[in-house]
């Protein structure tokens, strides 16, 4: 099999992102249900906006695979507004969920609001939703985690693209790629 080039690229910053960097009790944040699917900030829009002049050079990208949590899908819209590659979300690579911000939402509800993705491939729910175990939702386990990281390298893997951009979230690239993204960051991986 030929090595693919992925460009992976972390979301935008989010309005958890914003309030984290602020908090003095970052478990406040945490818990909030208020954050949950948390949507780009202005400075999220921003970000994601400079990114459109680095993707737009990138015209060999033959897929942008987007995570179905907000953040992603609004820095994939922004960042890829005027390129020609088809878009697909994928819920394999959304965001380990250790926060009320990686808790998703329906995808008829997402449906409405981003008419130009389907959802209609989406498990509902999509995000993790296995027990509680102290937090007020579910938390997914290392186990869990790990195991659907393997899954998405081997979906990856078997995709006939051999360009394709991948928005996602830190944790989850991290753990994939062993790079530590900042918002809005592409790193780019022979895979």
Sequence with gaps: MC???IHFIRHAQSAHNARAASATDERAVRHDPTLRDAPLTALGQDQAKALTAEV???RNIELVVSSPLTRAIQTTLVAFADHPAP????A???EKQENYCDVGRAPSVLAAEFTDFDFDHLDDPWWFDGPLDGAPYPRETLDAFERRVARFADWLSA???HCIAVVGHGT????????????AQRVE???
């Design 172 to 183: 989850f690239l991290r753990r994939l790629t062993g790079a530590v993204y900042a918002n």
């Design 56 to 58: 737009k050079a990138l």
């Design 159 to 161: 995709r006939p693209e």
């Design 92 to 94: 394999l690579h959304r």
């Design 189 to 191: 991986v022979t895979f």
């Design 87 to 90: 878009r697909l979300i994928e």
């Design 3 to 5: 090595a693919k080039r």
